[in-house]
């Protein structure tokens, strides 16, 4: 168990160095090289995160074990790409450097989440988030709930999102993919507009709306922090 433990530790601290210390080339299509050639690149292999994967390993990485360091090196690239010269972020590795307790055990979170992810886009997703909860743009509780709906919705259904996005409420006929639209409520990011009124002596009545659904709080920050960039 301690050994378990120890070696999570080191895969937190060692992805908190690699934050800090290097900064990946941005003009690289990062989520797009292949695995094997990925590691094979020595560029890589003196990364930190790399480095204490390998050393953690007995005989070699396993397919999954591969992948998931390609998820957090994505994750890492793109995080350090919107943090270029933002000053919370800098203020940020500053705390990483410093092993601070609270923001180590947030990365951890972070790291728990990439690894129940199964399409890479989702580690970009979550870097943009992620990067904005740092930013102070949303709490620690919006990030994680936002997490938790990435890891759930379909990528194909975000098209669906962005056009609610654009226009923020639209009528039932507007809906362009009804299975994504479903996915998406399902999902509390968007919602019915409700039609009922309550009047000030009890009594309830219908109204007409011009629209129908609208896109919630969530749905909003999902598409502007996660996927507006």
Do not use: H
Not at 34 to 41: A, C, K, Q
Not at 200 to 205: C, D, M, V
Request: hydrophobic share 40%; no cysteine.
């Amino acid at each position: 168990m301690d050994e378990i433990k120890n070696m999570e530790t080191d895969i937190v601290q060692s992805t908190a160095k690699t934050i800090v210390d290097y900064n990946l080339d941005t003009a690289i299509d990062f989520a797009e090289i292949g695995i094997d050639s990925f590691l094979d690149e020595s560029l890589f292999q003196d990364l930190p995160l790399v480095k204490a994967v390998y050393g953690i390993a007995k005989t070699g990485l396993a397919v999954r074990e591969k992948y998931l360091l390609k998820k957090t090196l994505v994750f890492i690239n793109q995080l350090n790409s919107n943090g270029v010269s933002n000053e919370n972020y800098q203020e940020y590795k500053e705390k990483l450097k410093s092993n601070d307790k609270f923001i180590l055990k947030e990365l951890e979170n972070a790291l728990i989440i990439i690894d129940r992810y199964v399409d890479i886009k989702k580690s970009i997703i979550l870097a943009n988030l992620y990067f904005n909860y740092i930013d102070k743009k949303m709490d620690w509780e919006q990030f994680q709930e936002l997490s938790i709906i990435i890891d759930n919705i379909f990528l194909a259904d975000l098209n669906e999102l962005e056009d609610i996005y654009s226009k923020q409420a639209i009528t039932m006929n507007e809906i362009k993919n009804k299975i994504s639209f479903r996915r998406l409520k399902v999902q509390n990011l968007v919602e019915d507009i409700d039609s009922i009124l309550r009047m000030s002596n009890g009594r309830t009545g219908v109204f007409y709306n011009e629209k129908d659904y609208r896109i919630t709080e969530l749905g909003n920050m999902l598409f502007k922090y996660g996927l507006n960039k």
